[in-house]
């Protein structure tokens, strides 16, 4: 039972945020909400491919009309120097980044077309094809799995085209094509998730969560009435190679579908599964997904508080082992300037060593081949005076790790990594 405590803690975190919250939203009437049955308006709350965050949260982005176009840009870059304990902790000065354009048009009385297109320029400011961050696993670098380094994102990190169409008073039809994109499986993946706006890192459990965010030749059709939303997709499971300034291709191969529920403007629900197929180039076989998460966003003084719950859990089809993850995170602003943030993971890890079969093999033997890590996160950012497209800020986080005793030779015996970064962002115009 060595999942008992964990399970207890997140299912506690899980039922206690809408109980705090319940009176916030008891008197929230549906029509509240942002019209997601207004085919231009669930278009502009969209966050990475047809995910979405609660509508509550004010999406920092900057708007100019173009004749019958309607555009979006958005974009976020860290400077972040990350500096680690241990034998396999590291450092490094490298710069996450993304940027963001989308022309929404209206396609006669009821329906809309939206283009986008998703730029990071992270295979040149991240250097050697990764950066430090213990127990992250996931991809490869120079053909070696990496191991407690997380990888770049590709220079084109999305390209999609979306048409929306309302079909009843409250019914609308979708589809989505993206060469590059993000098929319907998962929460809002962590560049884009409003809980995750201030930690430049990805979670450790990325790749049990949202790691198809970046997926090639995805087709997306979903129909939504009301509050739900019922999506199925279809796509290329591979992930991405090493050449991160490519468009890749390959057949479709993958499938995954994934019901939202919107119960009031604050609240984003979603459960989501799908078969990848041979997502890691050098293991074998597919992984089957299931994930379930909960996302809350409610306006508080000085800005928006967000947090999301997520779990995840990846089938191996060749070694027929289930790995587990759980998720809580939280950015709550404390003033106008002063924002706290946390992130809390529990993940089964057995890629550790996979660079090191020999010691992988010994350790199998000697331990079992899965570990379960704790990673606790705990931030600061502080808002600096804004230019007039650009917000700013600087900021710092600390992780904390609890491993098994079998990785302490390796990790030594208190594992912890911080960040030091600056922050920019296109600034929204009042």
């Not at 048009?105 to 040149?124: I, T, W, Y």
């Not at 990888?151 to 979306?162: A, D, E, K, T, V």
Request: include cysteine.
């Amino acid at each position: 039972m060595v999942f008992r405590k964990e399970s207890c803690v997140f299912a506690f975190v899980l039922v206690a945020l809408p109980l705090q919250a319940q009176q916030h939203d008891h008197a929230e009437s549906r029509s509240g909400m942002v019209d997601m049955n207004e085919p231009a308006m669930s278009l502009m709350n969209l966050a990475s491919g047809t995910a979405a965050n609660p509508a509550s949260w004010p999406m920092p982005m900057l708007m100019a009309h173009f004749g019958n176009w309607n555009t979006m840009w958005m974009g976020t870059a860290f400077l972040t120097d990350t500096q680690q304990s241990g034998p396999r902790g590291g450092d490094k000065l490298y710069a996450p980044n993304w940027v963001m354009a989308t022309a929404e048009h209206r396609v006669g009385g009821s329906g809309a077309f939206e283009a986008d297109l998703m730029l990071s320029f992270e295979p040149a400011s991240v250097t050697g094809r990764r950066y430090p961050e213990l127990f992250q696993t996931g991809e490869t670098a120079y053909g070696v799995p990496l191991a407690d380094a997380q990888h770049p994102h590709n220079f084109i990190m999305g390209l999609g085209f979306h048409y929306v169409r309302q079909v009843a008073a409250d019914t609308q039809v979708e589809a989505y094509f993206a060469p590059v994109g993000d098929p319907a499986l998962g929460p809002v993946a962590f560049p884009h998730r409003a809980s995750a706006a201030e930690l430049p890192q990805a979670p450790i459990s990325h790749h049990w969560q949202d790691s198809t965010h970046i997926a090639d030749e995805v087709v997306t059709v979903g129909v939504a009435r009301k509050q739900f939303k019922l999506e199925a997709s279809g796509f290329h499971g591979s992930e991405p190679g090493e050449n991160r300034w490519t468009i890749q291709s390959g057949p479709i191969d993958s499938w995954s579908a994934r019901l939202w529920f919107f119960p009031a403007k604050n609240w984003a629900l979603q459960v989501s599964g799908g078969r990848i197929a041979h997502p890691e180039a050098l293991e074998p076989g597919d992984q089957v997904r299931t994930t379930a998460s909960l996302a809350y966003s409610r306006p508080v003084a000085g800005g928006v508080w967000s947090s999301s719950l997520i779990w995840g859990r990846n089938h191996g089809t060749a070694m027929h082992r289930d790995l587990n993850s759980y998720l809580a995170e939280s950015m709550l602003p404390l003033t106008a300037r002063n924002l706290l943030t946390g992130r809390f993971e529990w993940v089964d890890k057995d890629e550790l060593f996979a660079a090191q079969p020999a010691l992988a093999e010994e350790l199998d033997r000697a331990d079992g081949s899965t570990f379960r890590i704790a990673a606790y996160t705990i931030g600061y950012t502080r808002e600096l005076p804004s230019w007039r497209l650009l917000d700013t800020a600087v900021g710092i986080n600390f992780t904390a790790y609890s491993i098994p005793s079998a990785l302490r030779p390796f990790y030594g015996e208190h594992p912890v990594g911080g960040n030091v970064f600056v922050r920019v962002r296109l600034r929204p115009q009042s």
